[in-house]
């Protein structure tokens, strides 16, 4: 089975720290995300990459950056934490199947705390 | 732009079925999908859907598709205690290289 995994299952920090998410699949999957998740407002897409070193902005990027280096890992930045960046964090990978479906598989998610 | 609507919530007594509803306005959607969320958990896959099939069975879950009005549903047969989760419908377009577009997922509730 892929495995995704986020380091961090639950985080709290202080408002204008800066904040490392790390997510890492096993699979060789080449295309990767991060979504946010909050109540009423469902998942939301920040950043994606389809490959190392490459990033492309998702819905809601502003405040967040990202970081491949590798294609197994791919990291979410939060340069200086706010208040309203208090959410789960959901990292997910994929790779492109035949049938052209992307089917995501997600890790268990990152619950921030910022205060 | 792309949106996906779900139903917040859906109660239903432990063996009835479930049928949770979503719309999507993009005409160009290609494949949809359904995941579940456990409590405390990331989302899981239950199955997706190619937009020139109308249907999909698979065990106890039947996908339907109505591509002219852009309705999708999932119908839970012998709806369990252990089905309680978060249902998320989703879409994404062409090919691959593309992205989903989730709706804000529907809390379906079964008591005994």
């Known amino acids: 089975d892929v495995k995704v995994t986020q380091s961090s299952r639950y985080l709290v920090k202080r408002t204008g720290e800066k904040v490392f998410l790390e997510c890492v699949q096993d699979m060789d999957h080449e295309n990767m995300f991060w979504y946010r998740q909050d109540p009423g407002l469902g998942l939301r897409l920040i950043y994606f990459?389809?490959?190392?070193?490459?990033?492309e902005k998702g819905d809601i990027p502003e405040g967040y950056s990202v970081s491949r280096e590798k294609k197994e890992r791919f990291s979410l930045i939060l340069e200086s934490a706010s208040t309203n960046q208090t959410s789960m964090y959901l990292c997910?990978?994929?790779?492109?199947?035949?049938?052209?479906?992307?089917?995501?598989?997600f890790g268990a998610g990152s619950r921030l705390t910022v205060l | 732009g792309e949106d996906v609507e779900q139903s917040l919530f859906l109660s239903v007594r432990e063996g009835d079925s479930s049928v949770i509803n979503c719309t999507y306005t993009d005409s160009s959607s290609t494949y949809l999908y359904w995941y579940k969320q456990e409590p405390g958990a990331g989302l899981q896959l239950l199955t997706y859907?190619?937009?020139?099939?109308d249907m999909k069975q698979d065990q106890r879950l039947t996908v339907l598709l109505n591509k002219k009005d852009k309705h999708l549903s999932l119908r839970i047969a012998d709806t369990q205690t252990g089905d309680s989760a978060i249902y998320f419908c989703?879409?994404?377009?062409?090919?691959?290289?593309?992205?989903?577009?989730f709706g804000k997922g529907t809390m379906l509730l079964v008591s005994p």
């Open positions: 997910a990978s994929s790779f492109s199947q035949g049938t052209g479906a992307n089917v995501l598989t």
């Open positions: 859907i190619f937009s020139n099939m």
């Open positions: 990459s389809y490959d190392v070193k490459m990033k």
């Open positions: 989703a879409e994404s377009m062409n090919s691959g290289y593309s992205t989903l577009t």
